[in-house]
């Protein structure tokens, strides 16, 4: 996968390599200072455990670059003051910079990169998508003419989770002498990787100690400033070849070589060696990362310096962790004749860096943009609605993580729906550490650069993905002892939020859900009302419903004794699981010109003049900030930055749609789908990547062509950047799911429920084919093949029992060994 970035400045020309790998290899060619924050997110690389973005080693913040190293669910509280209100935020830290590592030849003044880009001449990164490993290839000429070839390797350890390593192997060309090469750590980072965030406190690090042991080692040791959690690491430097000996005897401090530079939050070593020309001389930086939040640890820096200590050499912690990574992709294998494959797999690769079976213990949530940036405060929103229906096929033990990751924060749902006077459990939008919520009070427009009310809490609806993620791992698994144990316990208490939060409303004889935001985002009230939130959401409703009806069945699959502890535990009485049917079945449902409509009191908004607009602004995908800029309000438009009301046709097929509908006592034809979707696609400017994902699912068996160039247009979001600058700030990590997800099940029309596989495959006029191999109620190996005129499902042989395989309205059983061909 070649990359479309722009070359640019001297260091134009790059090694070439063969294109033949360009399905596995992201590259880059050159440098050019106005992309560097793109490509610094999209070669990051990570564990599960943390995660290092794609910055070169010999950098600083500085406008350009931004190195940052974020671990999973380390989080700092600190108050700013905004307009003259004190606001607290909670931020994923930006951690301790392990990467520092320049050089230059002795005599010189400036080490490599204290002048920016001035001494590359030439460069290229490529990312192995299959190994997980970020190679720098670069020529280095310095002021006064020594040429240095450079060849960077750097991994995340998959193998062992708390080891990051790079190798570094430098070459003179021109010159022979004694060659200076310093190898640091450094705690006096902040956050400043989100320039609207600039405005708020950026230091979330205070030095607790610094420092060396022997001869090897350096270590660091920060600590949080609100969060008091104590970060350690520990760097073992290394240096061979068959050109390295040290420089003994010298002056100004130096001893044998080396020379070492301690003050608060930096810990660095400059070691000299004998460098001859065509000599290689490898250095070898491995780091060792822990904090106060890991288990089994009991001191984090006491950890990092033993496992410094006794880490391997490079080449083999790189084999090690190559064959973890193998084992990943052989999980979660997609093979299809894809010219846009590279895309799909760097996908892949991020989603699983970013949540892995390390990321499982350590009680974190899915982060909306991946452990690869500041954008969203590393806050977890809903994005594991996406996420997860690519794990739970795939890696199912993840989503049970994550699952368990929102029932420890169960109690803090309940406290928040106890505060707002209702009862059951209320999630946050945006979570964090503790479960509450986190959703900032203001947000900065940047186009006008005024502070706005964030309304952004009132999405409820972030329960309902709750507990139909639990249903969905669920159907997908079997896995009743999950059910049992926690899942039922959240999904009922979200049905017990909706059946409290829904009152009777006797002008429409239905029950109705007031003051609340949909996942459109763009409304949060009305143009004629001062009241925040909007009414009957139509997605936030049909949810809820569902989530009521959907009691029923989870308890009707919990033992008999299960059912009747968590009916005691709960104080659920029949009365109250009557009333819970009740409300499921009578909740009001807007309509408006034979459409579902986004809320009630739509259809009273103003039609945009789509067409002026479009002529004034080339790119209205942020249509809510341009309007406010111009001193208007997106609430006043029927506009929409996501559709909502198609989402429910990504969570459920149009007939399920057709089903809810009507059990809500709503007469819904088969042409409703047609008729909705055509009303709102161009009234819609996808200002989420996740919009994209979306249409191309939802238009999957309606229009093929467009369903097609909205599934190219989500696999381009990060790697071309669509939004316009995003992608520095963070990968998004749910369309990235999300694509993968359409190929998994969007174009294969896979479905679980009711205890089977369901398959009704649509594929667009550039697929021929394509091939998934699942994980399905214990079996590893459910293999399903679509090809133009049938679909083929096999079962490995194994030990588990038979799989039910559903296909136009019919059952089938498969046995382990056997495989069965429908014709389409």
């Not at 999973?72 to 307009?83: E, P, Q, T, W």
């Not at 460069?123 to 310095?142: M, N, W």
């Not at 329960?463 to 969905?472: C, D, E, F, K, T």
Request: charged fraction near 25%.
């Amino acid at each position: 996968m070649e990359s479309e970035g722009r070359p640019g400045g001297p260091a134009q020309q790059g090694v070439v390599r063969p294109a033949s790998a360009a399905p596995w290899v992201l590259a880059f060619d050159g440098f050019d200072p106005a992309d560097e924050g793109r490509r610094e997110a999209l070669c990051a690389v990570g564990n599960g455990y943390l995660v290092t973005r794609g910055a070169a080693p010999e950098s600083r913040a500085d406008g350009v670059h931004y190195p940052g190293t974020y671990l999973a669910g380390c989080y700092d509280r600190a108050v700013s003051v905004l307009d003259g209100r004190e606001v607290e935020n909670e931020d994923l830290v930006n951690g301790p910079n392990w990467l520092p590592l320049t050089f230059r030849v002795a005599g010189t003044r400036s080490w490599f990169g204290d002048d920016g880009a001035s001494d590359l001449r030439s460069q290229r990164l490529e990312l192995d998508l299959r190994r997980g490993v970020l190679v720098r290839y670069a020529l280095v000429v310095d002021a006064q003419g020594h040429r240095t070839r450079l060849v960077q390797r750097r991994i995340a350890s998959l193998a062992e989770a708390h080891l990051v390593a790079l190798e570094t192997v430098l070459t003179p060309e021109n010159w022979s002498g004694p060659l200076e090469i310093r190898s640091a750590l450094d705690g006096t980072v902040a956050n400043t990787g989100v320039a609207r965030y600039r405005g708020l406190t950026s230091r979330h690090l205070a030095a607790v100690g610094q420092g060396t042991d022997g001869e090897e080692l350096l270590w660091l040791r920060s600590r949080t400033t609100g969060s008091c959690l104590h970060l350690a690491l520990a760097a073992r430097t290394r240096l061979h070849g068959g050109g390295v000996r040290p420089v003994a005897g010298r002056q100004d401090g130096v001893r044998d070589g080396v020379r070492d530079e301690i003050r608060d939050g930096w810990a660095a070593r400059t070691i000299t060696v004998d460098a001859v020309a065509g000599q290689a001389v490898t250095v070898e930086k491995t780091v060792a990362v822990h904090t106060s939040r890991d288990p089994a640890v009991d001191d984090p820096l006491r950890a990092a310096r033993r496992l410094a200590t006794r880490a391997a050499g490079f080449e083999d912690l790189l084999r090690a962790h190559a064959q973890r990574w193998e084992e990943l992709w052989r999980r979660c294998r997609t093979d299809v004749a894809l010219a846009d494959a590279g895309a799909l797999h760097l996908h892949l690769f991020h989603l699983m860096q970013t949540y892995s079976e390390h990321t499982a213990d350590l009680d974190a949530g899915i982060p909306a943009r991946g452990w690869h940036g500041e954008a969203y405060r590393g806050h977890v929103f809903w994005d594991e609605l996406f996420v997860l229906q690519t794990l739970n096929l795939r890696l199912p033990e993840l989503s049970r993580a994550v699952l368990r990751y929102r029932y420890r924060r169960l109690d803090a749902a309940r406290e928040a729906a106890r505060d707002a006077g209702r009862r059951g459990a209320m999630y946050p939008w945006q979570s964090a550490a503790d479960g509450t919520e986190k959703a900032p009070l203001l947000h900065l427009n940047p186009l006008s650069d005024r502070w706005l009310a964030d309304r952004s809490h009132l999405q409820r609806h972030v329960g309902s993905a709750v507990a139909y993620n639990v249903w969905q791992y669920y159907q997908a698994t079997g896995d009743l002892d999950f059910l049992a144990g926690c899942g039922a316990e959240m999904l009922l208490e979200v049905a017990r939020f909706w059946a409290d939060t829904a009152a009777w409303d006797p002008q429409v004889q239905r029950y109705t859900i007031s003051g609340v935001m949909g996942p459109d985002e763009y409304h949060d009230g009305y143009p004629w009302s001062e009241r925040p939130g909007i009414d009957d959401n139509a997605y936030t409703n049909v949810l809820a419903s569902w989530v009521l009806a959907r009691a029923d069945d989870c308890l009707a699959a919990l033992p008999g004794y299960r059912r009747d502890e968590l009916r005691e535990r709960l104080a659920l009485d029949p009365g109250e699981l009557d009333r819970w049917q009740d409300v499921s079945r009578r909740l009001h449902v807007p309509f408006h010109d034979g459409v579902l409509s986004q809320f009630a009191g739509y259809e009273r908004l103003a039609e945009l003049d789509w067409d002026a607009y479009r002529r004034r602004h080339p790119d209205i995908r942020r249509l809510d900030r341009l309007l406010e800029a111009e001193g208007d309000s997106v609430n006043r438009y029927k506009a929409s930055k996501q559709v909502d009301v198609l989402m429910l046709y990504y969570l459920f097929s149009a007939h399920e749609v057709r089903d809810l509908l009507r059990r809500l006592g709503y007469r819904a034809g088969h042409d409703l789908f047609h008729r909705t979707v055509g009303y709102y696609l161009p009234r819609t400017v996808h200002g989420s990547t996740l919009s994209s994902v979306v249409h191309a699912w939802v238009l999957a068996r309606s229009d093929r062509r467009a369903s097609w160039r909205f599934f190219r247009e989500a696999l381009a979001g990060d790697l071309r950047d669509v939004q316009g600058g995003t992608t520095a700030e963070g990968i998004h990590l749910g369309a990235m799911a999300g694509t993968v997800d359409l190929l998994q099940r969007g174009y294969t029309g896979l479905e679980t429920r009711q205890d089977a596989l369901w398959l009704d495959p649509h594929l667009p006029d550039p697929l021929d084919g394509l091939e998934v191999e699942l994980r399905y109620r214990g079996h590893w190996g459910v293999v399903v093949t679509v090809a133009r005129r049938q679909v083929t499902v096999r079962l490995r042989p194994g030990q588990p029992g038979p799989v039910r395989i559903g296909f136009h309205g019919s059952l089938t059983t498969l046995r382990p060994g056997q495989s069965r061909t429908f014709t389409l």
